[in-house]
């Protein structure tokens, strides 16, 4: 009797486990709200994220969908040579953020976090948070911002100061892109931030 409930608390230890290492893409990236319904760990993360870098909820979450799509193990298109022999990467960016590893290093020795992973999406949207906090910092660039938000994270903040995104008309329209969706997810997120916040005291405290 003693083995069955035993191998029964470790099957539901088990399940939790699982569920909180979730790495499945949201069924619904469209909508923040059915996001961080099906995530509540992500929801937790952001709002953390938030506290602590002063990063609001949509703006790393949009440029995040852009990215990587909330794939943990999103990279760059394999390049080839003749259209047949893999030659490697556009970049070594990798995971939910498509962090290159020159700036995941950066945000490392900065934070002292050293065991952060790009796959897991706590330390990568702290990881954005960081970077956007940085980015307000040092190019004056509202952290609500999320226009030219994307094109310091996409260029580096070097090249944003060179303005080398005017010679890329495409990056211009994709960072357009990311400043539609990140207001569209505001509006979503004042819509049910209230529920959010309700249901995740309840979850913690009772």
Same mark, same amino acid.
């Given at each position: 009797?003693?083995?069955?409930?035993?191998? $029964?608390?470790?099957?539901?230890?088990?399940?939790?486990?699982?569920?909180?290492?979730?790495?499945?893409?949201? #069924?619904?990236?469209?909508?923040?709200?059915?996001?961080?319904?099906?995530?509540?760990?992500?929801?937790? $993360?952001?709002?953390?994220?938030?506290?602590?870098?002063? $990063?609001?909820?949509?703006?790393?979450? $949009?440029?995040?969908?852009?990215?990587?799509?909330?794939?943990?193990?999103?990279?760059?298109?394999?390049?080839?040579?003749?259209?047949?022999?893999?030659?490697?990467?556009?970049?070594?960016?990798?995971?939910?953020?498509?962090?290159?590893?020159?700036?995941?290093?950066?945000?490392?020795?900065?934070?002292?976090?050293?065991?952060?992973?790009?796959?897991?999406?706590?330390?990568?949207?702290?990881?954005?948070?960081?970077?956007?906090?940085?980015? #307000?910092?040092?190019?004056?660039?509202?952290?609500?911002?999320?226009?030219?938000?994307?094109?310091?994270?996409?260029?580096?903040?070097?090249?944003?100061?060179?303005? #080398?995104?005017?010679?890329?008309?495409?990056?211009?329209?994709?960072?357009?892109?990311?400043?539609?969706?990140?207001?569209?997810?505001?509006?979503?997120?004042?819509?049910?931030?209230?529920?959010?916040?309700?249901?995740?005291?309840?979850?913690?405290?009772?």
């Amino acid at each position: 009797m003693k083995s069955k409930l035993s191998l $029964a608390a470790g099957l539901i230890v088990g399940i939790f486990l699982l569920s909180g290492c979730a790495t499945s893409p949201p #069924s619904n990236p469209e909508n923040i709200c059915s996001i961080f319904e099906e995530n509540r760990d992500w929801y937790e $993360a952001a709002i953390d994220t938030r506290e602590k870098w002063g $990063a609001p909820v949509h703006v790393p979450m $949009a440029i995040m969908y852009q990215e990587s799509s909330f794939k943990h193990n999103a990279a760059p298109p394999m390049q080839y040579f003749l259209w047949i022999i893999p030659v490697g990467r556009a970049s070594d960016a990798w995971g939910y953020s498509q962090a290159k590893t020159v700036s995941w290093d950066e945000y490392i020795d900065e934070t002292g976090n050293w065991f952060a992973d790009r796959e897991d999406f706590d330390d990568a949207i702290d990881f954005m948070g960081w970077y956007i906090h940085k980015t #307000s910092r040092v190019n004056k660039v509202s952290k609500w911002d999320a226009y030219h938000q994307y094109l310091n994270y996409h260029e580096g903040r070097t090249g944003y100061r060179r303005k #080398s995104y005017n010679k890329k008309p495409w990056l211009l329209k994709v960072a357009r892109k990311v400043d539609n969706r990140a207001k569209r997810y505001s509006q979503q997120y004042w819509g049910c931030k209230d529920e959010l916040s309700r249901n995740w005291f309840m979850r913690t405290f009772f």
